[in-house]
């Protein structure tokens, strides 16, 4: 029999695909009893359960309040209607000017590489986007892209999506190579959970492709709480900025998962060691389906004045929040 865990024998490719889409399964396999956690709601068919065997792996069995599940657990709660959350709360179909394109700051437009994730987290802002209008393909690429090379003012484009690192080490290749055509676009920033939730991902040939000389490349990882970052997510990311890359992190202060002052202290340290400042800490963003994970401002806040007295200033993130037609993130503190 081999004793070596699933997760560690599958390629990246084969754990993408390989990934918990039940509840019912997500429960079994954390030994937790599903009657206790109602799920199956409607919602569901719109967003599924999905959840990679590493992440999971990272969860503490028979633990209904694990800050991880809590992360992926479809609750009963998001299908009680909150007032205030909407489908489209930062108003981005307002400030999509071509297919797969999102241009809401200066200097910088988000180009929508793909749908999929590796993971789908509950408190999503775009769990409702409608990405069946914004997939284009290589030729409608061509299109969009000269939107990007028409505004000569556009210095950095995001990659993001869903999460760009599933798509394949060639077709992020060819994004760099269109991109390199525009002399105005000197960095690219990656926005991605990939390097946590299937640190397999980090590859020699990615960090080869994403350390192109032409542009300066920026890793934005998507960490919420230090239980995520594994010995294996420290590889990941120290694999990442030997490579040249710049690694920051960005959290959603989210209920019951990371709204205490320990937990945000830990998840810094714990970033530090794998090499990646902590850069934002984002109030919730009010998307239908999330209110059970909103964090009052004022005790966020708090929170932060608290994490400002613990730590030194490089490992303080900034609060921020994101507001619809605003010209950048809004501080909070
Ligand atoms: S990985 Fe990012 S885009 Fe995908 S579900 Fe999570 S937060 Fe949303």
């Known amino acids: 029999m081999n004793t070596i865990p699933l997760q560690?024998?599958?390629?990246?490719?084969?754990?993408?695909?390989?990934?918990?889409?039940?509840?019912?399964?997500?429960?079994r396999l954390l030994d937790l009893d599903l009657a206790a956690l109602p799920a199956g709601h409607p919602l569901l068919a719109q967003f599924p359960v999905r959840v990679p065997l590493p992440f999971l792996g990272r969860m503490v069995k028979g633990d209904p309040f694990d800050p991880l599940l809590l992360q992926v657990f479809p609750a009963m709660a998001e299908a009680s209607p909150a007032p205030g959350f909407e489908t489209d709360p930062l108003g981005e179909a307002a400030s999509n000017p071509a297919p797969g394109i999102l241009h809401k700051y200066d200097g910088r437009a988000l180009l929508l590489v793909t749908a999929a994730c590796a993971i789908h987290c509950r408190y999503c802002f775009r769990r409702h986007f409608p990405y069946q209008d914004n997939l284009p393909g290589k030729q409608q690429w061509q299109d969009s892209l000269a939107y990007i090379g028409a505004d000569?003012?556009?210095?950095?484009?995001?990659?993001?999506?869903?999460?760009?690192?599933?798509?394949?080490?060639?077709?992020?290749?060819?994004?760099?190579?269109?991109?390199?055509d525009f002399e105005h676009v000197r960095r690219i920033r990656i926005h991605t959970r990939l390097p946590v939730m299937i640190?397999?991902?980090?590859?020699?040939?990615?960090?080869?492709?994403?350390?192109?000389?032409?542009?300066?490349?920026?890793?934005v990882i998507h960490s919420n709480h230090a239980q995520e970052i594994d010995a294996a997510v420290i590889s990941a990311c120290l694999a990442l900025k030997s490579a040249g890359l710049t690694l920051l992190n960005q959290s959603v202060l989210l209920k019951q998962v990371n709204d205490s002052t320990d937990a945000l202290a830990a998840l810094s340290e714990r970033l530090f060691?794998?090499?990646?400042?902590?850069?934002?800490?984002?109030?919730?963003?009010r998307v239908t389906g999330a209110a059970h994970f909103d964090v009052p401002e004022q005790q966020a806040r708090e929170l932060m004045a608290a994490l400002r007295d613990r730590l030194p200033g490089y490992l303080v993130p900034k609060l921020v929040r994101e507001q619809a037609g605003a010209g950048a993130k809004t501080p909070a503190a």
Not at 175 to 180: E, N, P
Not at 273 to 285: F, I, M, Q, R, S
């Open 199 to 219: 640190p397999q991902r980090v590859t020699d040939n990615l960090c080869r492709i994403l350390a192109n000389p032409r542009f300066r490349t920026i890793v």
């Open 273 to 285: 060691e794998a090499g990646v400042l902590p850069y934002y800490l984002h109030l919730l963003d």
């Open 8 to 27: 560690q024998r599958l390629s990246w490719q084969e754990l993408l695909s390989n990934t918990v889409s039940d509840a019912a399964e997500l429960c």
């Open 152 to 180: 000569t003012s556009i210095t950095e484009v995001i990659l993001s999506g869903g999460d760009p690192l599933t798509l394949s080490d060639s077709y992020l290749d060819w994004f760099y190579r269109q991109l390199a």
